[in-house]
């Protein structure tokens, strides 16, 4: 299975348009950016599964050769797979509506039923190619299939994660809304684990991590009050959803004992100190082992 993270920041990206902290200030400095949550992986290196779209998918399409289509019209992308509704992470879709075919796009039912009604894309997409929705169950591996139903050689099973539903959908009735995902490459056995939002690491977390030979986790804040700190109106991480990576109570002490070989942080705030090569929070993500994502990083298992 080959793995490429083709953005690594949270919502808003690095530098974020309207941020002026410091990360946000260096990176217009020196002319350096991190593109949105969006993760690319493919068993045969020819047909590519989008984990989450984001509002840069264009550019990361672009960035990448194994994503450029083999001819008119021909695109390497066979399907997508949402981990939640948020705008950064399902905003791509939009920009996927040239599509030729029906897209494969696999959900959780609380996702799908967010983006039929609260956030209706795949009503406003229906007038293009249109979605095909496909429901990921609970806890239950499922072989991935392209448009065509051809197997893609990836298995992939869902556990729910404890998370706060989208901003825009706070009415929305009580459903699943972020899944974690366990993908295992059907023929070499290796497996990734992928939880970018989280707001704990509990069981579930767990049972996606354990034994993987990789994991990437959610990295959005290294602190509970980060975003107030760095002078914006906002609430916690925590009731935002995120557990801090950071402090006594944070996700860093726990990640290198979840039994994943390797470990990596994403979707990464533009306020997080982890970002600063320099900082003390970035050392001490280092010195646990723990990798700290960056656009473009590349995985083989
Ligand atoms: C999140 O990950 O918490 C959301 O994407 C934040 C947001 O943009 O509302
Ligand atoms: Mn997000
Ligand atoms: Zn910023």
Redesign the pocket.
């Known amino acids: 299975m080959r793995i490429i993270i083709l953005g690594s920041s949270?919502?808003?990206g690095v530098p974020q348009w309207n941020c002026g902290c410091r990360n946000c200030v260096e990176a217009r400095q020196d002319g350096r950016s991190r593109t949105q949550?969006s993760v690319a992986v493919s068993a045969d290196g020819e047909r590519w599964v989008l984990l989450n779209v984001s509002p840069d998918l264009r550019t990361q399409l672009a960035a990448h050769r194994a994503l450029w289509p083999r001819g008119a019209r021909a695109t390497p992308v066979a399907a997508v797979i949402l981990t939640?509704g948020?705008?950064?992470?399902t905003l791509g879709l939009l920009l996927l509506r040239e599509s030729a075919a029906r897209l494969p796009v696999y959900a959780p039912a609380g996702v799908t039923a967010l983006l039929g009604h609260e956030w209706p894309v795949y009503r406003v997409l229906s007038a293009y190619a249109g979605v095909e929705p496909r429901t990921l169950p609970d806890a239950q591996p499922i072989a991935l299939a392209d448009v065509a139903g051809a197997p893609l050689g990836l298995c992939c099973s869902t556990v729910a994660v404890a998370r706060r539903p989208?901003?825009?959908a706070r009415t929305a009735p009580a459903q699943t809304f972020d899944v974690g995902l366990r993908m295992t490459d059907e023929r070499t056995g290796g497996t990734f684990a992928y939880v970018?939002?989280a707001s704990a690491v509990d069981d579930a977390v767990r049972r996606l991590a354990g034994g993987a030979d990789l994991l990437f986790f959610d990295g959005?804040f290294w602190s509970d009050t980060e975003l107030t700190a760095a002078g914006v109106d906002a609430p916690t991480a925590r009731d935002?959803?995120?557990l801090p990576v950071g402090g006594p109570e944070g996700s860093l002490r726990l990640l290198p004992r979840l039994g994943a070989k390797r470990v990596v942080l994403v979707?990464i705030n533009n306020t997080n100190p982890i970002l600063c090569r320099s900082s003390a929070e970035r050392a001490e993500v280092e010195a646990a082992g723990v990798v700290v994502g960056e656009d473009a990083l590349e995985f083989e298992l």
């Open positions: 949270a919502g808003g949550s939640d948020e705008i950064d992470h989208p901003r825009y970018p939002t959005t935002m959803g995120h979707h």
